[in-house]
């Protein structure tokens, strides 16, 4: 249902966006949102955005990482930048809507130091 993708490496200070892509329409999905998970540590909320457009964000990605979405796409963004090395992780995606909820399969983003 989901398919995650524009993971890689990346030197601390760089860029990279995420795409998550819905092989069903997301133009009524209640939310769609990121999560992370390190080696060794439990999948972590990353930031959420609404059906009504409205964005929020775990403090530590906040004013670095933005959310964004085509609807004609079928599709969520994550726009990282100012990267760090603790931003490694798998970055998951999520949508929710009157059907269920569903999780994509997963990206790896690597930043080095």
């Known amino acids: 249902q989901l398919q995650a993708s524009g993971g890689g490496s990346v030197q601390a200070g760089g860029s990279l966006r995420l795409s998550c892509t819905a092989s069903?329409?997301?133009?009524?999905?209640?939310?769609m949102g990121w999560f992370r998970q390190a080696p060794g540590t439990q999948r972590e909320w990353v930031g959420t955005?609404?059906?009504?457009?409205?964005?929020t964000y775990a403090g530590s990605v906040k004013g670095r990482f933005t959310i964004s979405r085509d609807n004609n796409k079928n599709a969520m963004y994550l726009e990282m930048n100012s990267l760090k090395p603790e931003d490694t992780a798998v970055y998951y995606c999520?949508?929710?809507?009157?059907?269920?909820?569903?999780w994509g399969q997963g990206t790896l983003v690597t930043v080095s130091s």
């Open positions: 955005i609404a059906y009504g457009g409205i964005t």
């Open positions: 069903k329409s997301i133009a009524r999905m209640n939310a």
């Open positions: 999520r949508l929710t809507d009157n059907d269920g909820t569903y």
